[in-house]
């Protein structure tokens, strides 16, 4: 069965940092490219950043650039998004997400990880 297991969301200030991780299991995580997405409170699915599966390869959203790091450590199956500079507006649900290259899509996703940016 395929999981995937975000943690490290939490409450912090403007200005501040935190890093989410996504641990996947069930699969095999090197054939895979990994993505973050966040849903902002009533707001739709904003697509944040992908890794290729060498993790030589990433891209980010325009609102994002700059400030968050996708990195990955194959050995152990994880992911991770570090965030710098973090406003109120990156307040979201952030979920890691599978990117499946033969349908171009992301087709297994976590449960998600509450990131709340207030002072």
């Known amino acids: 069965e395929v999981q995937l297991v975000e943690s490290g969301g939490g409450l912090v200030q403007p200005g501040g940092s935190l890093r989410l991780s996504c641990v996947g299991s069930?699969?095999?995580?090197?054939?895979?490219?990994m993505s973050w997405v966040r849903q902002a409170p009533g707001k739709g699915l904003e697509w944040v950043s992908i890794?290729?599966?060498?993790?030589?390869?990433?891209s980010y959203s325009d609102s994002v650039k700059g400030r968050f790091t996708i990195s990955r450590d194959n050995a152990k199956n994880t992911v991770y998004l570090s965030m710098n500079s973090l406003k109120a507006e990156d307040t979201a649900v952030y979920y890691c997400a599978r990117y499946d290259t033969n349908w171009a899509c992301l087709d297994f996703w976590g449960q998600g990880t509450q990131v709340t940016v207030a002072s």
């Open positions: 890794i290729d599966s060498g993790a030589v390869k990433t």
């Open positions: 069930g699969f095999t995580f090197t054939d895979y490219a």
